[in-house]
């Protein structure tokens, strides 16, 4: 099981570690930076590693590396899963996941992971009964505590590790009780050069905010819930009544969770809010190349396309980019090479362009590898498969509860391939590129 | 106030402030400075020296304050042994209390707590805890049991934990079933046979209820322990499937990839034509799919996974290649996953998508994943013959926009395509030839030139472009060179005249001025084939070349079932068994998959295949192939004819040479994608011996140019020094015991027919490419045999199968070739029958009887080794005179005689002499004295040693006392054995 932890900042100082079995001396570590180093990104290093007597699994997250020794064959997803938890719940209690919050919560953090694995084997990871046993910080409780001397640390049992329902403590009460959802869409998708949808698929989730008095029991129900392809539920959804009548049956946990996970794979057809009129071209002689880009609604169910924003990584050799927006700013990163062109709310009626020169270094080979246009969108309002929640029902409890259902739509990874021109002489390519722009955007 | 405060660096006199902090009477100072005291520790700070005066703050009501100094020491205990025991009784006492809260702390703390005198303590207050009545105190235990055994396992074991431990699974609440699984699971790890999870249906049906109702990670434990149960039929085994399938809905993804490798097991035991079966197919894609939405870091793991899964069933995933489409930003070792899984996926349906896509990474930034992708876009031309234009035509593409690493990349990947489809598409080879110069990468050079040499006749200038490349020869790498040698040979045998002078040099660059033995053996036997007979040169160089499989990346059959069996394991993610790398390899079983119902083949399950190999002296199969160079010399290629006399040394050596030539040379020189098969045996040791000869091409006749290359070396010590087994005094070696086969004035002939061990494997699949050899010896009618049954656990047919023995102790060799005349096809399996005479070359081995065998087919050469009885050598003829006998008896002298005792045999002594008879073992007098038997034997060997026994017998004793007394002291504990097992068989 697990063995050990290693909480390893970006620049690579250990600043945190925890041993769940005896001691294992931070030269362990080394395995790991040594792949660090090699892997250029900090994304890229591999998360599983071996070493002359350990392995070490990590994960990246919120730029910390979560690194654990395990010694015999332990399943690596569960390690991962695990890992993943310990940054939810680092999150959960203190609103973000970064150096900064773990070293001003260190011995908070270090009573988590204390309950959290015994032996390394998981103990208590529902952030219901963590927080019943360890309760987070709030500025008001604080105060309390250095006046009064109390703790933190709850002194009952977590009930909610024993019964039936672990993810809900009894005796919850509320004045107001409410139960929001809300559905979230991302497109993942990739379009080649013509437009065309090469491959796209829906990655879905219900968020919930439950604030119910009691042990509500609820049921969620879908207008077409034949849509989803393959779901994943939190441990509260009674999976036998998905399976016979496709309703979610539940008793909530109390405050945030995810209720569900689903999927809308390629196979059905996948609405592609917008399309990209897009062409870069280099000259063979020049030191120059030019952009255009413009950016229109296609299938956005009548709502407004919002927090529009266009990233190219561009090829090695471009400089600089002098280029006019007719709409947002735009930012171009020597270092990375990445373009950024931030549009904000898409207006139909006049679309956003870009477009200007690119300067390439004088004297160096055109450009070799392709550049990748990338797209971040929301769309509010809107479930882009068309998945509509019709209603909930709550048994079990007498009140009233107010509801609510939101739907959003964003940009997973929605990638588009760039045509790159290369022309080879300047005068005949610029009446050539002109020609191409005509044909493009009849194509579209 | 935050806890950042507690980094700050240390301060001069800081442990001596804390000391005083923590025995302040403040109950608010004493818990911020524990608090400061765990905010240093975690930072890798020592305050171990404050370790009195934190223990003292244990005895508190405040629990927060009790779990600080628990924390604290956790961590210290170890370091301060003797000061922990302080700690001793507050721990008894908390694990009284009545807050189960606190009892499960405490008992959870002291496993923690490695230290012996601490752990003596700990035993009664677990017990108690074992038996809780509050469960959360009960689940806590149980882990606590692991972490004891951890420590101390002998205790755990004396103290009875394990049964308790065993009876938790039968537990009421489902968390303490799951933590007892997991302990246990952890345990028997440490102890691979002690089959602590004894898994039945009962406890299978526990275990399917419990995994309804526990915790994410409960249910993984359940579902790894699950998959090590082997249900009993195909019913059952559906009743599991069907109970496990709501996992793959589960939000925690290690508990989906544990659900999928239960039902990739289980349905192997499902028949194909169940609705259900194909159910199951259906329902396994879309959570492997939703997999790949995850982090990428379990995306890596899924992905490594789903690689053997697609593998295994090609089915689950055909249409879903589109989720394997890589993304801009995925992670490098992700993109380099999917790659290999869309090779692997593609086919004639969906080639052209794969195309398109494989081409947009061709020009991506990473150089690592745009080398794979151009190798990717080969292989699927490999793969679907359909495809193979346009994947040339995109490599050629590729080729234009002359990225270096790009354009080295694809020539190689078209040499392979070459090979798969000859005379399609040469018309390309211009263009390859355009960017000769730009090549610095050895494999690109070598592909080069390979496919200059290999279409020579239709290179107009191929002598130039060979000849630009021979001008560094020296500086180039081994494989350039190799491959340069054989493509200068080809255009010589393709256009002899213009290429006289090139060949020449080339010939001499290799075999005068390299250092590199294998350039030289390949020169020397190109120049000698060629001045001997260039026809046959033609027929050897230029021979057609088999083409190229299709799948060459696939994991061999067994391992992958293996692997299967470890879906979601370390071991799926290195794609290696466990016992390849798990630390220690504490005799970790080889898993294997079921069999389906039905096929009745596959009857003998796992574990007894196993156990029998284990308590069968398991077969030491040569370990690795350094060690092997100086036996490889001693074995000659082909068996000495059948008749009685040994082989003329100069016919052996002929032979060898010849079958060196023919086996080995074809693969040697066309094709350098795969391993010439026999490349040992043109190794470094000849090579001295070679250097002897004149340079200048004489006139050697093939055998004399065999004598050089196979047997001389061999030959040299198979006839040169005598054995050392035998005392010099003894005659030599009688020559077949044809002549004089049975012994007419001995016994009547063969009443029970000679004692033979049953059937051990000696070679496993999973060493020999998928042969497996299993076999044992006999002597029947006066000749020894060995029997195997030669199994073909691979995917293609086996065929030219050939035997050879090491030297052995008794010059064991095959009496003629091994007849295998049909090929065996997968799964099939043959027996054959290979009789070995007495007359080859003798080396003393170690242990005595050990033989070691190679054996060829058209895959490859595998070693292992065998013992045999040494029963098999006692001959017909073995019965002594009796004044013979006495003399000889007084005559060895008494530092030679050897006594056995063989324990639990309950035959009298006619019975066992009868017995022995059959094995020849001849009984020559018998004697009672005081209820004792004496039984006086004799026995010969095929090398003429005599071997004198006396074995007393006592009715009523079942136990035997054998003595031995022979000249060659060394066999005596090889014929104990014997008796042994002649007598108990």
């Not at chain 1, 009548?302 to 266009?310: A, H, P, R, S």
């Not at chain 2, 097991?265 to 995850?294: C, I, N, Q, R």
């Not at chain 2, 040979?489 to 005068?512: G, H, N, R």
């Not at chain 2, 071991?571 to 079983?589: C, D, L, N, T, W």
């Amino acid at each position: 099981m697990i063995h050990s932890l290693f909480l390893i900042n970006h620049t690579g100082d250990i600043f945190l570690e925890k041993h769940w079995k005896s001691v294992i001396g931070r030269s362990v570590c080394d395995y790991f930076f040594e792949a660090r180093e090699k892997a250029v990104e900090p994304e890229n290093v591999p998360p599983v590693l071996q070493t002359p007597h350990h392995y070490l699994i990590s994960i990246y997250r919120g730029k910390l590396f979560f690194l654990s020794v395990i010694q015999t064959e332990v399943p690596p997803l569960f390690v991962i899963e695990f890992l993943h938890r310990v940054a939810d719940t680092i999150q959960d209690y203190f609103g973000e996941c970064s150096e900064g919050v773990i070293k001003d919560n260190v011995v908070t953090v270090y009573e988590l992971l204390e309950e959290m694995l015994d032996n390394g084997f998981p103990l208590a990871t529902e952030s219901n009964v963590l927080k019943e046993m360890i309760r987070p910080p709030t500025i008001l409780r604080s105060v309390v505590n250095t006046l009064t001397g109390a703790s933190n640390v709850g002194d009952t049992l977590p009930t909610g590790q024993l019964s039936n329902v672990p993810w809900r403590r009894v005796g919850v009460k509320y004045t107001n009780n409410e139960a929001y959802f809300d559905v979230i869409e991302e497109i993942d998708a990739i379009l080649d050069k013509s437009g065309t949808t090469v491959f796209a698929e829906i990655q879905g989730v219900i968020e919930a905010c439950v604030r119910l008095t009691g042990m509500p029991d609820l049921t969620l129900s879908f207008m077409n819930p034949r849509l989803l392809d393959d779901v994943s539920f939190h441990p509260c959804v009674r999976f036998k009544r998905w399976e016979s009548e496709r309703v979610l049956s539940f008793i909530p946990p109390d405050g945030n969770f995810t209720l569900m996970n689903y999927h809308v794979s390629s196979q059905n057809l996948v609405a592609i809010p917008v399309y990209v009129k897009q062409s870069i071209s280099f000259f063979e002689t020049g030191p120059c190349g030019r952009l255009d880009i413009t950016i229109g609604p296609k299938q956005t169910m009548g709502k407004t396309v919002e927090g529009l924003m266009v990233t190219i990584h561009m090829p090695k050799a471009v400089l600089s980019a002098n280029l006019t927006a007719t709409q947002g700013t735009y930012t171009y990163d020597l270092a990375t090479k990445v373009l950024v062109w931030d549009i904000g709310k898409l207006n139909p009626q006049k679309l956003p362009n870009l477009k200007g020169s690119l300067t390439t270094q004088a004297g160096t080979p055109k450009p070799e590898d392709n550049p990748s246009l990338n797209i971040d969108l929301k769309i509010q309002q809107l479930a882009i498969s068309g998945l509509k929640v019709s209603r909930l029902d709550m048994y079990g409890e007498k009140y009233k509860p107010f509801k609510g259902v939101k739907y959003l739509t964003k940009a997973g990874k929605f990638q588009i391939y760039i045509y790159m021109f290369i022309f080879l002489e300047n005068l005949m390519s610029y009446l050539l590129f002109e020609w191409l722009q005509c044909v493009l955007k009849h194509s579209i | 106030m935050t806890d950042s405060k507690y980094f700050t660096t240390t301060k001069k006199g800081e442990i001596f402030e804390l000391k005083a902090e923590l025995n302040s009477d403040k109950k608010e100072k004493k818990k911020e400075a524990v608090k400061k005291v765990i905010a240093s520790m975690t930072v890798g700070k020592d305050v171990s020296a404050l370790f009195p005066d934190v223990v003292n703050c244990m005895q508190t009501d405040n629990l927060e304050l009790k779990k600080l100094v628990y924390l604290y020491l956790m961590n210290y205990a170890k370091s301060q042994p003797d000061m922990a025991i302080m700690a001793v009784n507050t721990f008894v006492k908390d694990c009284e209390d009545p807050n189960p809260l606190i009892r499960a702390l405490a008992v959870r703390t002291m496993g923690c707590i490695r230290v012996d005198k601490i752990t003596e303590y700990l035993c009664e207050p677990l017990r108690k805890c074992l038996k809780d009545e509050d469960p959360y105190v009960r689940k806590t235990a149980a882990v606590c049991v692991a972490k004891l055994h951890d420590i101390n396992a002998q205790l755990v074991e004396d103290q009875g934990f394990l049964d308790t431990l065993k009876d938790l699974i039968s537990d009421s609440n489902p968390m303490v079933v799951a933590n007892a699984v997991a302990a246990l699971s952890e345990i028997a790890e440490s102890h691979p046979n002690s089959n602590l999870l004894d898994l039945n249906p009962q406890t299978i049906n526990k275990l399917l209820t419990a995994l309804n109702e526990c915790t994410e990670w409960g249910q993984i434990f359940i579902l790894d322990c699950l998959a090590n149960y082997t249900p009993r039929d195909d019913r059952e085994s559906q009743s599991i499937c069907e109970r496990v399938t709501p996992r793959l809905s589960h939000a925690n993804s290690a508990v989906v990839l544990s659900a999928v490798k239960v039902l990739m097991k289980f349905m192997e035991m499902l028949p194909k034509d169940l609705d259900y079966y194909g159910t199951l197919l259906k329902k396994l894609a879309p959570p492997l799919v939703t997999l790949l939405s995850a982090e990428p870091e379990l995306q890596y793991v899924a992905l490594r996974n789903i690689n053997l899964i697609v593998q295994r069933r090609p089915e689950i995933l055909k249409h879903e290649m589109k989720v394997f489409f890589v993304k801009y930003n995925d992670p490098i070792y992700v993109k380099l996953e999917k790659l290999d899984i869309m090779i692997r996926l593609a086919s004639q349906a969906n080639i052209a998508q794969v195309l398109a896509e494989l081409k947009e990474y061709a020009t991506e930034v990473d150089v690592d994943f745009v080398r794979k992708a151009v190798r990717a876009i080969g292989r699927c031309a490999i793969k679907v013959e359909q495809s193979a234009e346009r994947c040339v035509s995109t490599l050629l593409d590729l080729i234009q926009t002359k990225v270096n690493y790009v354009v080295q990349e694809a020539i190689v990947v078209i040499k392979d395509i070459f090979r798969k489809y000859p005379n399609k598409y040469e018309s390309v080879i211009a263009t390859l030839c355009e960017n000769l110069d730009s090549l610095d990468e050895p494999e690109a050079r070598a592909a080069m030139i390979w496919i200059v040499g290999e279409y020579a006749e239709r290179i107009d200038n191929a002598d130039e472009l060979l000849e630009s490349f021979l001008e560094g020869f020296h500086d180039e790498s081994t494989q350039v060179q190799l491959q340069l040698l054989t493509a200068i040979v080809k255009l010589f045998l393709k256009k002899p005249t213009e290429t006289q002078e090139l060949v020449q040099q080339v010939l001499s660059l290799a075999t005068q001025d390299s250092d590199n033995p294998d350039l030289r053996d390949r020169g020397y036997i190109y120049w000698r084939l060629l001045s001997t007979d260039p026809v046959a040169a033609k027929e050897v160089v230029l021979a057609e070349k088999p083409l190229i499989s299709e799948e060459t990346d696939l994991i061999e059959p067994t391992l992958l079932e293996e692997l299967i069996c470890h879906i979601g394991t370390l071991a799926s993610v290195y794609h290696k068994p466990p016992s390849a790398f798990v630390e220690g390899s504490r005799g970790v079983q080889h898993k294997r998959l079921p069999g389906s119902a039905g096929s009745g083949e596959s009857a003998d399950s796992p574990d007894t295949g196993s156990a029998a190999g284990v308590s069968e002296a398991p077969p030491a199969v040569i370990p690795s192939q350094g060690d092997l160079l100086g036996d490889l010399l001693n074995l000659d290629l082909t068996p000495p004819t059948t008749s009685g006399p040994p082989p003329a040394p100069s016919s052996g050596m002929q032979m060898g040479a010849m079958d060196l030539l023919g086996g080995g040379l074809d693969s040697l020189m066309g094709d350098e994608s795969e391993p010439p098969p026999v490349p040992q045996r043109t190794d470094t040791p000849q090579s001295p011996q070679l250097s002897h000869q004149s340079p200048s091409p004489p006139d050697y006749s093939p055998t004399e140019l065999g004598g050089d290359l196979g047997g001389s070396p061999a030959m040299g010590a198979g006839f040169g020094a005598p054995p050392t087994a035998m005392p010099a005094s003894f005659p030599p070696p009688v020559s077949g015991g044809l002549d004089d086969l049975f012994d007419l004035g001995g016994s009547v002939g063969m009443p029970m027919g000679a004692y033979s061990p049953p059937k051990s494997i000696w070679l496993p699949a999973m060493k020999a490419k998928g042969l497996e050899i299993s076999g044992t010896f006999a002597r029947r009618a006066g000749v020894i045999q060995m029997e195997m049954t030669l199994t073909n656990k691979a995917m293609s047919i086996m065929t030219d199968f050939a035997i050879q023995f090491n030297r052995n102790s008794f010059g064991l060799a095959p009496a003629g070739p091994l007849q295998v005349l049909t090929p065996v096809g997968p799964n099939q399996s043959i027996e054959v029958a290979l009789p070995l005479s007495t007359v080859g070359p003798v080396m003393k081995m170690e242990p005595l009887t050990n033989l070691q065998v190679a054996v060829k087919n058209n895959i490859d050469v595998f070693y292992f080794s065998s013992q045999y009885p040494i029963s098999m050598l006692f001959v017909e003829d073995g019965k002594m005179e009796r004044q013979v006998f006495l003399a000889t008896w007084k005559d060895i002298p008494n530092d030679n005689e050897a006594q056995f005792q063989i324990k639990d045999c309950h035959l009298n002594s006619d019975a066992a002499s009868s017995k022995l008879q059959g094995s020849n073992v001849f009984t020559i007098a018998k004697r009672t004295v005081e209820g004792q038997d004496m039984l006086y034997q004799s026995m010969k060997l095929t090398n003429g040693i005599w071997v004198l026994a006396e074995l007393r017998v006592q009715a009523g004793n079942p136990n035997y006392t054998v003595s031995l007394k022979c000249r060659a002291p060394e066999v005596s504990q090889c014929v104990f054995q014997s008796y042994e097992a002649m007598l108990k068989n």
